[in-house]
């Protein structure tokens, strides 16, 4: 005898699942689908949405300075104090992913702020690894040509 009348209002449900388990047998396919630990759309039933625990756009900026060694109350100062165009090239125009804040990456485990860069002098001095032998190197090839 199953444990689950089909016109039980619990079949095809979790809980009939668990009174088929109760009564020691296999679930039948309509409970175990009930029970799949997925809805329909594919998504996992019992997962928690993600709880926010940043709340706003400053306190993001911050955590993430933070975490790559930066002062982040003297980042947020140099922000609010920057005076719109890139400490580098004088661009007026941050790029796709707006201002950067420039630190010193070998001054660990806080780095001082050197200033605020447009994205592709941020990126220029990273692929030059912040080393201002390699930088000279590069001025020297560019004064080749």
């Known amino acids: ?9 619990t079949h095809g ?3 009939g699942y668990k009174t088929h388990r109760r009564m020691g047998e296999r679930a ?8 799949s630990r997925y809805n329909s759309e ?3 039933r019992w997962k928690r949405p993600k709880t926010k625990t940043i709340k706003s756009q400053q306190q993001k900026k911050r955590h993430k300075w933070k975490r790559k060694g ?3 109350w003297a980042a947020q100062r140099a922000l609010e104090e920057h005076l719109g165009y890139c400490e580098l090239c004088g ?3 941050p790029g796709a992913h707006g201002w950067h804040v420039d630190h010193n990456h070998n001054l660990a485990p806080v780095a001082p702020v050197r200033g605020i860069l447009c994205g592709l002098c941020n990126a220029g001095l990273g692929m ?6 390699l930088l000279h190197q590069a001025i020297q090839y560019l004064g080749r040509g």
């Open 13 to 15: 449900t979790s809980r």
């Open 128 to 133: 030059f690894r912040d080393d201002p032998r």
């Open 70 to 72: 930066l002062d982040p």
């Open 91 to 93: 661009t007026t125009e």
């Open 42 to 44: 594919g998504k996992h």
């Open 28 to 35: 039948c396919g309509p409970c175990l689908a009930g029970h």
């Open 1 to 9: 005898m199953s444990g689950v009348d089909p016109d039980d209002p």
